[in-house]
């Protein structure tokens, strides 16, 4: 079993649409939480922390829930540019070392 | 201002070459990674080096791997022999260490190509 797991989609949506992604960890030592986002041939960018009392940045919110190692992100009013793999990713340990899931890839059509 | 970098940005090379990948990590920053990243294994954290010392080289997949830091601007992941499966994106971040996390910054990563 993967430590972060991640369905890859990919999601299909049209613009304007709220779409969700989910995300499940497995070690429970786990300290930070985070979504990353990757466009198509570049390199992964943070989109935002999770904190546990659950956090937005504009029409992004994320939610984390310690006790079923549950992350969620939501995103409202989509967008063309919002096109790319969303990244869910765990850290643990003093270096923060990162685990990443595999990437759910959500396409946004006009 | 200048964020990772890395070189080269695609390298094609044959089965058993010694490949060399390169990284320059933002100033400033004390903590560096080196990641591969595929289709079947996704994003996969090889070794990271905090204040040029290597911490954690768990994930180096074998002894072919190898990485290096001697300064705080340079580091270097070295495959030899290279093998077909070997072919990845190598990403490079690095960020500065704390007490909290800190966002790490990710190079726009090696292509590399074994055949």
């Known amino acids: 079993r993967k430590e972060v797991e991640q369905d890859p989609g990919p999601f299909n949506v049209p613009e304007g649409a709220t779409v969700a992604f989910n995300c499940t960890y497995s070690?429970?030592?786990?300290?930070?939480f985070f979504w990353y986002r990757q466009d198509c041939r570049k390199e992964p960018k943070l989109l935002m922390s999770?904190?546990?009392s659950g956090n937005e940045d504009g029409r992004f919110t994320a939610q984390l829930n310690r006790a079923s190692q549950y992350i969620s992100l939501l995103i409202r009013d989509s967008k063309l540019s919002d096109s790319a793999t969303y990244l869910c990713?765990?850290?643990?340990?003093?270096?923060?070392?990162?685990?990443f899931g595999g990437g759910t890839r959500l396409m946004v059509k006009p | 201002d200048a964020g990772v970098i890395q070189s080269p940005r695609h390298e094609v090379t044959e089965m058993g070459q010694e490949v060399t990948l390169r990284c320059k990590p933002i100033?400033?920053?004390?903590?560096l990674f080196w990641y591969r990243q595929t289709m079947m294994r996704g994003l996969e954290l090889l070794i990271y080096?905090?204040?040029?010392?290597?911490?954690?080289d768990s994930g180096m997949p074998e002894d072919r791997f190898s990485a290096k830091m001697p300064n705080a601007s340079f580091s270097t992941l070295k495959i030899q022999p290279s093998e077909p499966r070997d072919s990845a994106v190598y990403f490079c971040?690095?960020?500065?260490?704390?007490?909290?996390?800190?966002?790490?910054?990710f190079g726009p990563g090696t292509r590399l190509t074994v055949l």
């Open positions: 070690n429970s030592a786990s300290q930070s």
């Open positions: 971040a690095s960020t500065v260490a704390g007490g909290h996390y800190n966002e790490q910054f």
């Open positions: 999770v904190y546990s």
């Open positions: 080096f905090n204040n040029n010392v290597p911490i954690d």
């Open positions: 100033s400033g920053h004390n903590s």
């Open positions: 990713v765990v850290a643990r340990g003093a270096g923060n070392m990162l685990t």
